[in-house]
């Protein structure tokens, strides 16, 4: 026989183990929190799943991520980005590294169309990369330039990722995305400083364009800009100044960016029913993941607390000589591990449930740990050995491009995560100005929460009250 706590720990081994042989990731956190739950609580565990489902097929917050998702992949198939490439490389054709410079900024402002990681790291792959390549870039810095911009979509907002945050620990997703956008712009320009920077000291790894390719009339310059980045521009001032402002929740304003982008695929003339039908598919597809995975992290989550695992695990931590920076040193290492084996939706629906009721005894915002999160995912994509983003690129990479060349070409860039991550640290109103300047000190944007967080677990006494569903 086992107690309750050594049940909890055993559940969160076993599942670390089937996760680790490939077995999916929803359907793992279910099984193993009906066996584990039915274990510790019996029959009692049935009404706990009906419940926890209905909850989250039933939160208004998840209605905005098909929405984006959907607005993503419009976009992403009406040939928007290939436009907005070619006429963001025109308008800086002089600048050193222009390529990688245009290939960066493409990047970041798709990034706040669509937050699919796989999405635009391939596109770019195919439309950039050979670009870069044919004006002898070198191949490393052409691989990071790829690979680190694509990553962009998980910070920027309207970021999937700061949804599922917000839904998971319980903060304002308005908030969130008021609290990302500098750190997201930060980024983004220092990945461009970086890349401007190693074509000035090293112009043969970034060669400039030869003088017929640079030589574009300024009206022609003009007319691209006004085409392909402005209109896209203009949607997405409207979507997120909707949400910051309070115009519009979250869900209301991905609603607006969906039927924007519709119009805006119509009037490239890319829109097919075809390409419509294609999107609704990958868009079912991406929430229905999302969805179960939030049912099978709440059963799990719920299972654990209630075992005393989430204790077990509070009560060593507590035990530890740590202060706040180390506590968030020790996390944030623990989370840039686990993005080498799992993917960021696990990540947070599942682990970072268990660092929210820490929080508290280090006098850490939520806020501010969701923001740093989100930084820091954007290793998980560019670190070997599982760097996704790396291999997205070499799926669609000449043969002659090694695996090996793209994650080296990664590393600067994920030392620039680190360090934009310690800036944050050392001076966290880069993430607080621009709520509480919206918002006030109590950041007064609407709250969109889930009814109960998981990561509170609930008591053994509520277990016999749970109201039937109707």
Same mark, same amino acid.
């Given at each position: 026989?086992?107690?309750?706590?050594?049940?909890?720990?055993?559940?969160?081994?076993?599942?670390?183990?089937?996760?680790?042989?490939?077995?999916?990731?929803?359907?793992?956190?279910?099984?193993?929190?009906?066996?584990?739950?039915?274990?510790?609580?019996?029959?009692?565990?049935?009404?706990?799943?009906?419940?926890?489902?209905?909850?989250?097929?039933?939160?208004?917050?998840?209605?905005?991520?098909?929405?984006?998702?959907? +607005?993503?992949?419009?976009?992403?198939?009406?040939?928007?980005?290939?436009?907005?490439?070619?006429?963001?490389?025109?308008?800086?054709?002089?600048?050193?590294?222009?390529?990688?410079?245009?290939?960066?900024?493409?990047?970041?402002?798709?990034?706040?169309?669509?937050?699919?990681?796989?999405?635009?790291?391939?596109?770019?792959?195919?439309?950039?990369?050979?670009?870069?390549?044919? %004006?002898?870039?070198?191949?490393?810095?052409?691989?990071?330039?790829?690979?680190?911009?694509?990553?962009?979509?998980?910070?920027?907002?309207?970021?999937?990722?700061?949804?599922?945050?917000?839904?998971?620990?319980?903060?304002?997703?308005?908030?969130?995305?008021?609290? %990302?956008?500098?750190?997201?712009?930060?980024?983004?320009?220092? /990945?461009?400083?970086?890349?401007?920077?190693?074509?000035?000291?090293?112009?043969?790894?970034?060669?400039?364009?030869?003088?017929?390719?640079?030589?574009?009339? +300024?009206?022609?310059?003009?007319?691209?800009?006004?085409?392909?980045?402005?209109?896209?521009?203009?949607?997405?001032?409207?979507?997120?100044?909707?949400?910051?402002?309070?115009?519009?929740?979250?869900?209301?304003?991905?609603?607006?960016?969906?039927?924007?982008?519709?119009?805006?695929?119509?009037?490239?003339?890319?829109?097919?029913?075809?390409?419509?039908?294609?999107?609704?598919?990958?868009?079912?597809?991406?929430?229905?993941?999302?969805?179960?995975?939030?049912?099978?992290? /709440?059963?799990?989550?719920?299972?654990?607390?209630?075992?005393?695992?989430?204790?077990?695990?509070?009560?060593?931590?507590?035990?530890?000589?740590?202060?706040?920076?180390?506590?968030?040193?020790?996390?944030?290492?623990?989370?840039?591990?686990?993005?080498?084996?799992?993917?960021?939706?696990?990540?947070?629906?599942?682990?970072?449930?268990?660092?929210?009721?820490?929080?508290?005894?280090?006098?850490?915002?939520?806020?501010?740990?969701?923001?740093?999160?989100?930084?820091?995912?954007?290793?998980?994509?560019?670190?070997?050995?599982?760097?996704?983003?790396?291999? /997205?690129?070499?799926?669609? %990479?000449?043969?002659?491009?090694?695996?090996?060349?793209?994650?080296?070409?990664?590393?600067?860039?994920? /030392?620039?995560?680190?360090?934009?991550?310690?800036?944050?640290?050392?001076?966290?109103?880069?993430?607080?100005?621009?709520?509480?300047?919206?918002?006030?000190?109590?950041?007064?944007?609407?709250?969109?929460?889930?009814?109960?967080?998981?990561?509170?677990?609930?008591?053994?006494?509520?277990?016999?009250?749970?109201?039937?569903?109707?």
């Amino acid at each position: 026989m086992m107690s309750d706590a050594a049940l909890g720990l055993t559940q969160l081994l076993l599942f670390l183990f089937f996760i680790l042989l490939g077995f999916p990731i929803a359907f793992t956190l279910m099984a193993m929190g009906l066996f584990f739950g039915y274990l510790g609580m019996g029959d009692r565990i049935f009404d706990l799943l009906i419940q926890r489902t209905y909850a989250v097929m039933s939160s208004d917050v998840l209605i905005s991520v098909p929405l984006f998702v959907f +607005m993503g992949y419009i976009i992403e198939r009406a040939n928007i980005l290939d436009r907005l490439f070619r006429s963001l490389q025109m308008a800086s054709g002089n600048i050193p590294g222009s390529l990688a410079v245009a290939t960066l900024a493409t990047c970041a402002l798709f990034a706040t169309a669509t937050g699919i990681v796989g999405a635009v790291v391939t596109l770019m792959g195919l439309l950039a990369f050979p670009a870069m390549l044919r %004006a002898g870039y070198d191949v490393k810095l052409a691989s990071g330039v790829v690979c680190a911009g694509g990553c962009l979509g998980i910070l920027i907002p309207p970021s999937i990722m700061l949804i599922l945050y917000g839904a998971t620990a319980g903060v304002s997703v308005v908030q969130l995305y008021a609290a %990302a956008f500098i750190p997201g712009v930060t980024l983004a320009g220092l /990945y461009i400083v970086y890349a401007i920077g190693i074509a000035i000291i090293k112009p043969e790894v970034a060669p400039r364009l030869p003088p017929d390719a640079v030589a574009v009339p +300024m009206h022609k310059i003009l007319w691209a800009l006004l085409t392909s980045f402005l209109p896209l521009a203009l949607l997405i001032a409207m979507v997120l100044g909707a949400i910051l402002m309070g115009l519009a929740t979250p869900s209301e304003a991905a609603a607006m960016g969906s039927l924007g982008s519709i119009v805006l695929a119509i009037a490239y003339r890319a829109f097919t029913f075809e390409k419509l039908k294609e999107s609704v598919f990958l868009t079912a597809r991406t929430s229905a993941m999302v969805c179960w995975l939030f049912v099978g992290s /709440y059963i799990f989550s719920s299972v654990f607390g209630y075992l005393g695992g989430q204790g077990v695990v509070e009560e060593f931590v507590k035990s530890l000589p740590l202060n706040t920076f180390t506590f968030m040193l020790l996390a944030q290492a623990i989370i840039f591990v686990l993005g080498w084996p799992l993917e960021w939706t696990e990540i947070i629906v599942i682990f970072v449930p268990i660092f929210l009721p820490l929080l508290d005894n280090f006098g850490v915002d939520p806020l501010f740990f969701g923001i740093l999160i989100a930084l820091n995912l954007q290793t998980s994509f560019l670190s070997p050995p599982v760097a996704m983003a790396a291999f /997205y690129l070499k799926g669609v %990479a000449p043969k002659h491009v090694r695996i090996e060349d793209i994650f080296r070409g990664c590393m600067p860039f994920i /030392y620039i995560v680190i360090f934009t991550m310690l800036m944050v640290y050392i001076f966290p109103s880069i993430v607080t100005w621009l709520p509480e300047t919206l918002y006030g000190n109590q950041a007064g944007a609407p709250a969109i929460q889930m009814d109960a967080p998981p990561s509170g677990g609930f008591q053994e006494e509520e277990i016999p009250e749970l109201p039937p569903l109707q």
